[in-house]
């Protein structure tokens, strides 16, 4: 997929309505990102493969989940919502 396949995906879809309470540290830390990762720099497909490899591996520093954590919530694509989701409740 290339990066502006991508750009449109995200655009086109909303795979969640309503609204979740964050906390405002948490939130600050997740701004603080967007100066320090520069999405376009990677890659879905890779991404997504790694997140399902690495964020819920007890040996993977918090460092690295939060970014992949990061870049999954740029991408916010149906995916990365199943992921996530998948493993919250198995």
Do not use: Q
């Not at 502006?4 to 948490?26: A, C, F, H, Q």
């Not at 997140?51 to 970014?67: C, M, Q, S, V, Y």
């Amino acid at each position: 997929m290339t990066k502006t396949e991508t750009r449109n995906k995200l655009n086109s879809i909303s795979i969640y309505e309503g609204d979740i309470p964050i906390d405002p540290s948490v939130h600050e830390e997740y701004i603080s990102y967007h100066g320090k990762i520069n999405v376009e720099n990677y890659d879905y497909e890779k991404t997504i493969v790694e997140g399902r490899n690495k964020l819920f591996d007890k040996t993977i520093p918090w460092e690295a989940k939060k970014k992949l954590l990061f870049l999954f919530g740029e991408f916010a694509t149906p995916e990365c919502f199943k992921i996530l989701h998948k493993r919250r409740f198995n």
